[in-house]
């Protein structure tokens, strides 16, 4: 009874292999990565340097290469994630508090705008910024990039506020408090780990979006690090191997650190635990 079948000693071992597959899928980049940019002589091939040098950092960490393009990169990520999880957090709130016929076909549009394909778009927004002069224009961007993140933003927001019992609002509402202040003092606070969640999804989207800055900004001063990581592909096929791997660890440092933060700040879901239980 207590022995292993043996088809379940095959599926574990095939499962193991999967597992073992994936592992080193992602770990060989990962390693290429590390190894490159601490080598000023790197290719394609995963191989330990002969000299361990920090030039490629060196040769990088500059306002025009690095510096610059990283600061605009935050500037349209946090904007458009700040943006994204206030329209959400008011989009999601009489989605789930209300039933209201609306609420059904609502919910399909917005699973519907998520299937979009964002070069389907770029053509008719083109024309549209073109119109209203925003061309290279950082806010227009961000309110565009907020613009598409706004439906998978809204369903999910609305998912983590299904969780926040109404009893706690109707418990505010009774002792006078108004539907917003419930909304800002209970069901957000209570919701934080759902507002983490959000917010790093979307920051992360806008964070390695290539083609709307590439199309809607023209300045090479105002172009994020996900189009300026252009300048390691010289011409004929030629790249600066190292280069782009020291950039590529800089380029990812700020989503680590993002991501670390919010996590501290914002999760955990004891305050909902309690709160229920008081």
Request: charged residues 10%.
């Amino acid at each position: 009874m207590g022995m292993t079948s043996p088809n379940r000693r095959s599926l574990k071992a095939t499962s193991n292999a999967v597992l073992l597959l994936v592992t080193v899928a992602f770990a060989l980049p990962l390693a290429w990565l590390v190894l490159a940019s601490v080598d000023t002589r790197a290719t394609l091939s995963i191989k330990l340097p002969e000299h361990f040098s920090l030039q490629n950092f060196t040769d990088v960490m500059n306002p025009q290469t690095a510096f610059v393009p990283l600061t605009n990169s935050l500037i349209l990520s946090a904007g458009c994630a700040i943006i994204t999880v206030v329209v959400a957090v008011l989009a999601a709130y009489p989605l789930s508090r209300y039933r209201m016929r609306i609420n059904k076909p609502f919910l399909y549009g917005v699973l519907f705008g998520t299937c979009l394909p964002i070069t389907a778009m770029m053509v008719p927004v083109y024309s549209l910024f073109v119109a209203f002069n925003l061309i290279d224009s950082m806010a227009g961007t961000v309110l565009f990039l907020a613009a598409t993140s706004l439906p998978m933003a809204i369903f999910m927001m609305k998912n983590f506020m299904d969780s926040v019992p109404v009893s706690l609002e109707e418990a505010a509402w009774m002792d006078g408090a108004s539907m917003l202040k419930t909304l800002t003092r209970i069901v957000i606070p209570l919701m934080r780990p759902g507002l983490a969640v959000v917010f790093i999804f979307v920051f992360i989207g806008a964070w390695g979006n290539f083609f709307v800055p590439f199309i809607l900004l023209l300045s090479p001063g105002k172009q994020p690090a996900a189009v300026s990581i252009f300048s390691f592909f010289g011409q004929y096929g030629t790249v600066a191997y190292g280069q782009l791997a020291a950039f590529s660890i800089l380029y990812s440092v700020p989503v680590i650190s993002l991501y670390v933060f919010v996590s501290g700040v914002l999760g955990g879901g004891s305050a909902l635990a309690g709160a229920v239980k008081g």
